[in-house]
């Protein structure tokens, strides 16, 4: 077995520096978007909490109680341990109810934000590639879903169709994907005048591998970005929709159509509103933050 030379040695070390270089700069970075990093590990706990909620609520979020109905918080006078955020109009347990409520609203943001993307990219790819009459016509489509109010379409359609969680999601997913469209189409638009684009072109590359394989890797951290900004906005928009009755459907727990119920008990049992109003505030700040502090460690023009 033959002694590494001293240039090896030499490579090796230098190799060495730089790992260690990295990795000093990688925690740096870390270190300034610490709030971003610390919303990222709320929000996991809060994704944790929701999975999990069969093993860690305390009562079943439907179990009827009118023997403690409007009970305090522990900490306050008539409180008890036994309901720990107190209890709702007919003896629910808050605190189940919050638990089981963040799936509602966890699920609605990710599969609406799943949809709005697919559906905005796939617009906005073929808006800024091949331009013309396309994109004439995704554009003109995109201002008429801009100007349409979204609490109309939200009528609209859960009028025709029914309130209930799937077809929200669909709304909040039809109607979340023009700003998708607009920002890959203006990213597509300079990508596509690029070297390594008008290479594969000469090269006899296809539409779609062109597409697909030189053009949609570009443009993977700003999708990213706006998706994760957008998952606090549809979650405020169930929010909102669930209040107003157009979503989630009683008795199911869901953030919304428990702030909606508990705006009637505000003066004489502020908790029942309080509560699922703080999930959500909570929720969309780190989501927020987090999100912020993603496109500061992904944008190439900002060195942290």
Do not use: C
């Amino acid at each position: 077995m033959s002694t590494p030379s001293r240039v090896e040695l030499t490579e090796m070390g230098a190799a060495h520096i730089a790992a260690s270089a990295a990795r000093q700069a990688t925690w740096r970075r870390l270190l300034r978007l610490r709030w971003g990093v610390g919303a990222a590990v709320v929000l996991l706990l809060i994704i944790a909490s929701a999975t999990v909620a069969p093993l860690i609520a305390p009562y079943d979020p439907l179990a009827v109680d009118i023997r403690h109905r409007l009970s305090p918080p522990a900490w306050m006078d008539r409180g008890t341990a036994e309901h720990l955020l107190g209890t709702d109009q007919v003896g629910r347990d808050l605190l189940a109810r919050m638990i089981y409520g963040g799936r509602v609203s966890l699920v609605v943001g990710v599969a609406a934000v799943i949809i709005s993307a697919t559906i905005g990219v796939l617009l906005g790819l073929s808006a800024g590639y091949f331009g013309g009459n396309t994109d004439w016509t995704i554009m003109t489509l995109i201002n008429v879903m801009l100007t349409f109010p979204f609490v109309l379409l939200a009528l609209a359609v859960i009028a025709v169709l029914g309130p209930n969680l799937v077809n929200m999601i669909i709304v909040l997913g039809v109607a979340g994907w023009p700003i998708y469209a607009r920002v890959v189409r203006a990213e597509t638009l300079a990508i596509r005048e690029r070297e390594f684009v008008l290479a594969g072109r000469a090269l006899g590359m296809g539409h779609v591998r062109l597409v697909f394989r030189q053009i949609v890797p570009n443009l993977v951290s700003t999708i990213v970005v706006i998706a994760t900004l957008q998952v606090a906005q549809v979650i405020i928009l169930e929010s909102f929709l669930s209040f107003l009755g157009l979503g989630v459907q009683p008795p199911t727990p869901a953030w919304g159509n428990m702030l909606g119920e508990g705006r009637v008990y505000m003066l004489n049992s502020w908790w029942i509103a309080t509560f699922p109003g703080l999930a959500i505030f909570v929720t969309t700040l780190v989501i927020n933050l987090m999100g912020n502090a993603l496109r500061d460690w992904l944008d190439p023009h900002l060195k942290l």
